[in-house]
């Protein structure tokens, strides 16, 4: 082992423990480092140590970014990369073993920011009936299985993962329950059920023909193994074609639809950035740049004097 896989084990071990980042990021911040090694090696004509990182420049930066942009890769995974590299030299400073006075004087690409895209609540609503699929050739649990998967998603406002995540014995049961869930960062927070989500829970329920466990997943998949996220992406794909939905309509777009609905109705952003378990509300400040966007289209379609 090197001096640099040294670092780079202790860093992601930082990360991992101490930070506290999700497996996902973890995977995606050893893979950056993984493609930037190896162009170091390619650019030096020898593998990288950590003398030869902390000697390197600016330009040898742009250089790797320039490499990587002329692969097909776009702003946002270039940031990422810049955002890895920088963390893992800002962990080598502090130990006294790397500077990181290159990698925080290179810029990186600029990003547009773009809204999301939230549905209408009409069609929120579509999305989340098991009666809207009635029409496939699928196991009636099954459908209500991804209608409760779904009902998670727009009635609480959980990202995938965390519906995923939950096991049998956190089902709600009643109207008033509330769910404990373990957000990113690993941090909790308590989210009231609607009795529309418990209703749709208890159907999936009644109708699912394998044993769960309290300590198991509450949703499974079709051969009783734990539910894979690329099951509900093409449960919306196929409710995308049925409604007329745009491309852009993912199972995010339901968590998104959460918090604009919410907001569009005067709930307090505070109150929504708690229940969205946003860290900063800058995040969730997002979602008034959307309901200023409708509210404008609206005047823009309707008031005799927005054209003139």
């Not at 009636?140 to 993962?161: N, T």
């Not at 008033?176 to 009231?192: C, F, Y």
């Not at 939905?245 to 968590?255: C, E, F, K, M, N």
């Amino acid at each position: 082992m090197t001096d640099l896989d040294t670092v780079t084990r202790d860093w992601l071990g930082h990360l991992a423990h101490e930070r506290r980042l999700s497996p996902k990021t973890l995977e995606a911040y050893g893979r950056d480092l993984r493609q930037f090694t190896t162009f170091l090696t390619e650019h030096f004509g020898g593998a990288p140590s950590l003398a030869d990182i902390a000697a390197l420049k600016p330009a040898d930066l742009r250089a790797f970014l320039g490499r990587r942009r002329r692969d097909g890769v776009g702003n946002r995974t270039l940031m990422r990369q810049l955002a890895a590299l920088r963390s893992l030299a800002r962990f080598g400073e502090r130990s006294g073993k790397l500077t990181a006075a290159a990698f925080a004087a290179t810029r990186g690409p600029r990003i547009g920011k773009s809204l999301p895209r939230p549905l209408e609540a009409r069609a929120a609503k579509a999305v989340t009936q098991a009666d809207t699929r009635a029409g496939e050739e699928r196991e009636q649990w099954i459908l209500a299985r991804d209608a409760a998967v779904l009902s998670l998603l727009y009635g609480c406002g959980l990202r995938i993962s965390e519906a995923l995540s939950l096991t049998r014995a956190q089902a709600p049961t009643s109207a008033g329950d509330t769910l404990t869930v373990i957000g990113k960062g690993s941090k909790t927070r308590m989210v009231p059920v609607l009795p529309v989500v418990v209703t749709a829970i208890a159907e999936y329920l009644s109708l699912c023909p394998w044993r769960l466990p309290p300590d198991g997943p509450l949703f499974l998949g079709a051969k009783g193994g734990p539910l894979s996220p690329r099951i509900i992406q093409l449960a919306v794909e196929s409710l995308r074609g049925a409604l007329g939905l745009p491309s852009s309509t993912t199972p995010h777009s339901l968590r998104h639809s959460f918090a604009t609905h919410l907001l569009g109705r005067g709930g307090d952003l505070r109150a929504i950035q708690e229940l969205l378990g946003h860290a900063s509300l800058s995040t969730t400040q997002i979602y008034t740049r959307i309901d200023s966007a409708r509210l404008m289209a609206a005047y823009d379609a309707a008031h005799p004097r927005a054209r003139g």
